[in-house]
């Protein structure tokens, strides 16, 4: 989507559709009196009749007739102007994003970064354009939408605020634009998304985005003693890969930050095969992979002055005469043992190999995102990602850039007595836990995987998805990691 900044007065601007921000009481909006004046009073008229009152989630596009250069008026709720925050706007953007695309709007002017004195509404903003106006369309070969949103103009009055906002808009149309390619992959159905499939599109993000490209395929993993990752692959027709991808925006030598992700791009379940209804979603389940890319590709756009390794392990957990099965013991490239108890909990098998392998980059953080647990969805639901790790400073910064960007956090505890629940009797681990805690003891396991390193898990099981669409979440994949992830390492520099 393309941003503009423009300077200019709302009552002679031309456009397809003119965006104001309005409170629960419309008293102290200027904006809202003046163009509601030139068409003869009817934004009072609509509070009164109470068809449109101001809240969040409200819309109401009103055609101008010619009573204003602009076509079209887009009344769009935001609650208590006193109250405002950049996630409201984000959310209002995305609401009135749902409505232009509904109204077959291509263009529009938007004066919601106005609605109040707080700072970052005008990143927030566009973001809620750009995100809520996404679609998923590339299979429809019917009635798809022909016009979709294109560009917006953010507009300011006359004043010297543009020459900082320009840059501000740059920036954050990279950022969606992850964002958006993100979500394309998250909601790629599971047989054209394999692991080469991923493979291949981190290798075209890396040539287009000037980062180096490492591929390991199946002799490279056996050979470096990659059990854990073979083994959820094995029984496939599609072969496993870890894809390294390496952004040098830093000093030579300094330590980078490793951002790792499962790439499962499609779960079954395996040989402990996953119930029937909604098996459908689990072509989500290389989200944090896909994240992983979305936030590489945002940070080398934006040029950011620091060192990042990504670390993508892709497989297919498929049932098979070839598959690994329950009772099975598999080597792990640090030479624990983990006896399979489930082969549905193939998330940290795969993770494990990949957190051991990063740490040879001696990165100053590890950050891994995964689709990792079901009981993750059952304790924080959609709101919220799972955080679990070994060092308070990195969750609260992860956790402030979650607040800042509507990617919110909520951490769960490691103690050490979690481990009991992942003993074996043959092997050094077990993969599965049983039914208490289950996002924990998952946590727990990646957590013998990682050496001294500064570490955070982020479980997104719960957030990478939207299943009924709302505000700048359209239904399918959300991208969540990438806002979240290029906020953490912006605020690093
Ligand atoms: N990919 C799933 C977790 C998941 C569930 C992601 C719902 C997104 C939405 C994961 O591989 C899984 O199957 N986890 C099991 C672990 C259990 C067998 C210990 C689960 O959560 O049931
Ligand atoms: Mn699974
Ligand atoms: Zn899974």
Redesign the pocket.
């Known amino acids: 989507m393309q941003f503009t900044v423009k300077a200019g007065n709302p009552l002679t601007y031309d456009t397809p559709a003119l965006i104001i921000g309005c409170g629960t009481d419309p008293a102290g909006n200027p904006l809202l009196d003046a163009v509601s004046t030139a068409l003869g009073g009817v934004a009072a008229r609509m509070y009164e009749s109470r068809e449109f009152t101001g809240k969040p989630g409200t819309v109401k596009v009103i055609h101008t007739l010619g009573a204003l250069p602009a076509q079209r008026l887009l009344l769009v709720g935001l609650g208590d102007l006193k109250e405002i925050t950049p996630e409201k706007v984000r959310r209002a953007a995305g609401v009135a994003a749902q409505a232009l695309v509904a109204a077959k709007v291509g263009s529009a002017t938007s004066l919601l970064h106005q609605a109040a004195p707080v700072a970052g509404l005008l990143e927030a903003s566009l973001e809620g354009f750009s995100l809520g106006s996404y679609r998923y369309d590339c299979y429809k070969t019917k009635d798809r939408q022909e016009v979709l949103l294109k560009e917006v103009t953010a507009l300011f009055f006359e004043n010297d605020d543009r020459d900082l906002s320009a840059p501000l808009a740059a920036a954050t149309a990279a950022i969606c634009d992850a964002v958006r390619m993100t979500r394309d992959l998250v909601t790629a159905p599971g047989n054209l998304a394999t692991p080469p499939y991923l493979a291949e599109q981190a290798r075209e993000i890396a040539g287009r985005f000037g980062m180096e490209y490492t591929i390991l395929e199946q002799e490279e993993l056996a050979r470096l003693g990659m059990g854990a990752l073979l083994a959820v692959g094995q029984g496939s027709q599609h072969p496993p890969r870890l894809v390294l991808l390496e952004y040098k925006g830093g000093a030579d030598g300094a330590q980078p930050v490793a951002l790792v992700g499962?790439g499962?791009t499609f779960?079954t379940?395996g040989i402990?095969l996953?119930p029937g209804p909604n098996m459908e979603?689990?072509k989500?389940?290389m989200a944090g992979a896909a994240a992983v890319l979305g936030a590489l590709q945002a940070a080398a756009a934006l040029k950011l002055p620091l060192n990042l390794v990504g670390l993508i392990p892709l497989a297919e957990?498929m049932p098979d005469g070839k598959a690994y099965k329950p009772g099975d013991v598999v080597t792990t490239l640090s030479g624990l043992t983990v006896e399979i108890n489930?082969t549905?909990?193939?998330?940290r098998l795969v993770l494990c190999d990949a957190l051991q392998y990063v740490q040879q980059f001696n990165p100053a953080a590890v950050i891994d995102l995964?689709?990792?647990?079901?009981?993750?969805?059952v304790a924080l639901g959609h709101d919220a990602t799972g955080a679990m790790g070994n060092d308070p400073q990195l969750l609260a910064a992860l956790r402030q850039a979650g607040e800042s960007t509507g990617e919110r956090l909520w951490e769960l505890p490691l103690w050490e007595e979690y481990g009991d629940l992942m003993k074996s009797d043959i092997a050094d681990l077990k993969?599965?836990?049983?039914p208490h805690a289950?996002t924990i003891?998952?946590g727990w396991f990646l957590q013998q995987f990682v050496g001294t390193q500064k570490w955070v898990h982020l479980d997104?099981?719960?957030t990478?998805?939207e299943d009924k669409g709302r505000h700048y979440l359209p239904k399918g994949g959300t991208g969540v990691g990438v806002r979240l992830l290029v906020s953490y390492l912006r605020n690093l520099i």
């Open positions: 499962k499962i779960d379940g402990s996953k979603l689990m989500h389940d957990n489930n549905d909990a193939e998330g995964a689709t990792l647990t079901g009981a993750c969805v993969n599965a836990g049983g289950g003891s998952a997104i099981a719960g990478a998805w």
